[in-house]
């Protein structure tokens, strides 16, 4: 079973920024893995883990800009909350238009970075339920036939059996037994779930 | 008569379509003539100045004198102002006085002199002139700031960290504390301590370079100051992705210099150069900025140097000039300011294209005792 427990992965190249962080989020319950550049995060990340990044926009080496523009080509969509020493209105705007969750300046207040790293989480959380229910979906649709998929269609629009009968010019009877099929393999027991799982 | 009544009306309709003032005198300074734009200038209603004295017109202390100036050159002719333009004040009828320029000139009549004076305002001009320089002061206090500003960047980053690493220990330790791991907090607290001493230091760097201003130039070794601003851009370089090499040898003679002048100036051609790689071609891009220094004859040569786009023909001839720019946001300051600080130091600041492409700035400080 894969450890769910989210991890708030910190790349900063300050080494007492780094250690200090760890042990004040250590002392809050979470757990914490810090890195001193983007590239020993780079190496070390493995994109199913859960979590977030907490990241250092100035760096030595690949800037965390640039640590964030690599994990979006790399389809690790990862929260990212961005910290930094200076109060740099336009790289701000530039890491927030790339999708960073956040910017928070240094120095923060505990409460407010706990309770942005607890939103990146929320976010980072979200993201992966909904690719897990996607992911089932596509799952349960590829094990429909042909026939199976039309009648789902036409249950998903609200038709009757006997319209649906009438439409793919089958009977009735027929249609029930796709329907029945249909349903055990897209695992819904109801119209409501089956819809649900489409449209979320 | 017939060919005098012509002429008189066109010297009218001249006159009054003239667009400068235009006063006629006579030899005793009667005013026979005086054209709308005249009028105008010196806030007279139509035909009220004619026949009177033409220093109504002036202010002092031409007021006063002008009848002796006109009666020493009938006596003597010899002119002050005639055939020659010159500034003057003008008084208007209200009394305000304004800026002019006074062109004279005489016109021999029959058995008459006449003088003709061409007028013009020049109170928009002048009121343009000080906008100018007022502009020009602003300027020169806000490239200052500028160059103050990106120093304190570069600090400010510094003693961010450990204030941050400082606010998160102690937090934590708060938290210690509630849990009962006494002897996690005592460790915490000796990690706080490490990084108040270290902002500290950052401050005191900042002192050494602020400090006593007002003492200039003075005998040190110039690797120190050369890698100090070096040290300050290195933030400056992170944030832009970039990476500076510098190659200062140690053993660099000591010159008299003033170390906060020097940085500045190697902190300004340091920060156009990381500006400029941010336009580098792709190929070029991940190219450092280089810091160079060597000595030769005792003269000592550092040079920055960029592999970004380089300058157009046109732009090299400009670069030093004070407000010119190739930047959105620049002032156009920087090089001139730099370039003024170099000769202030006897030295010589130029610019040549970096081969294979960029810039190279290179400045020059004499040997001691001024060998060449």
Not at chain 2, 36 to 45: D, G, K, Q, R
Not at chain 2, 225 to 238: C, G, K, M, R, Y
Not at chain 2, 251 to 273: F, R, T, W
Not at chain 2, 281 to 289: G, H, L
Request: charged share 30%; with cysteine; glycine share 8%.
């Amino acid at each position: 079973v894969r450890d769910e427990t989210p991890t708030v992965f910190v790349v900063d190249d300050d080494e007492a920024v780094c250690d200090s962080l760890e042990l004040l989020l250590t002392s809050v319950g979470r757990r914490v893995e810090t890195f001193l550049s983007a590239r020993a995060f780079l190496d070390a990340y493995d994109p199913a883990r859960p979590g977030c990044l907490v990241l250092d926009v100035r760096m030595p080496g690949i800037s965390g800009l640039e640590l964030q523009e690599r994990l979006t080509a790399l389809d690790a969509d990862l929260p990212v909350l961005f910290v930094t020493a200076h109060g740099d209105v336009p790289m701000a705007v530039r890491a927030l238009q790339a999708g960073a969750v956040d910017f928070l300046q240094k120095p923060y207040r505990e409460q407010e970075l706990l309770e942005r790293i607890d939103a990146a989480l929320a976010v980072d959380r979200r993201r992966r339920d909904r690719r897990a229910r996607d992911a089932r979906r596509d799952r349960c649709l590829d094990r429909l036939t042909p026939r199976e998929r039309e009648v789902l269609d036409h249950v998903v629009a609200g038709d009757a059996n006997k319209v649906t009968a009438g439409a793919l010019g089958i009977s009735e009877r027929t249609v029930e037994i796709h329907r029945g099929r249909m349903m055990r393999k897209m695992e819904a027991g109801s119209v409501a779930e089956l819809v649900r799982l489409l449209l979320d | 008569m017939q060919s005098e009544q012509g002429w008189r009306e066109r010297y009218r309709v001249l006159l009054e379509a003239a667009a400068d003032g235009i006063v006629v005198i006579d030899e005793r300074g009667r005013i026979e003539e005086l054209n709308p734009a005249a009028e105008a200038m010196f806030a007279l209603e139509p035909g009220a100045a004619v026949g009177q004295n033409v220093s109504i017109l002036m202010a002092e202390p031409h007021r006063q004198h002008h009848d002796d100036y006109l009666a020493r050159y009938r006596a003597t002719g010899e002119a002050r102002i005639i055939g020659i333009g010159r500034e003057v004040e003008g008084r208007r009828s209200d009394g305000t006085v304004f800026p002019l320029d006074l062109s004279v000139g005489e016109v021999a009549g029959p058995g008459r002199r006449h003088f003709i004076g061409i007028l013009r305002d020049l109170t928009e001009r002048r009121q343009a002139q000080s906008e100018v320089r007022r502009h020009r002061a602003r300027l020169a206090h806000s490239a200052r700031l500028s160059i103050l500003g990106q120093m304190v960047g570069g600090l400010a980053h510094e003693i961010k960290q450990p204030l941050t690493a400082i606010t998160n220990y102690a937090q934590a330790g708060h938290r210690l504390l509630g849990a009962g791991r006494v002897d996690q907090v005592a460790d915490t607290l000796g990690k706080i301590t490490a990084q108040a001493h270290r902002g500290a230091a950052v401050l005191e760097r900042l002192r050494g370079l602020v400090r006593r201003r007002e003492t200039r130039r003075r005998m040190q070794p110039l690797a120190p100051v050369l890698l100090a601003a070096a040290a300050l851009t290195e933030s400056d370089a992170a944030g832009h992705g970039q990476t500076l090499e510098v190659v200062v040898p140690d053993d660099l003679p000591a010159l008299a210099v003033d170390e906060v002048e020097i940085q500045q100036v190697v902190l300004n051609l340091l920060h156009n150069a990381f500006e400029a790689m941010a336009d580098a071609p792709a190929e070029r891009a991940d190219a450092p900025v280089r810091l160079l220094a060597a000595v030769r004859d005792g003269e000592v040569t550092v040079t920055v140097e960029d592999r970004g786009p380089g300058l157009a023909d046109e732009a090299r001839e400009a670069l030093f000039s004070p407000f010119f720019t190739t930047k959105e946001r620049g002032l156009g300051l920087g090089l001139a300011i730099s370039r003024a600080l170099v000769e202030e130091h006897g030295g010589r600041l130029g610019y040549e294209p970096a081969p294979g492409g960029g810039s190279r700035f290179r400045f020059v400080l004499p040997a001691p005792g001024g060998a060449p």
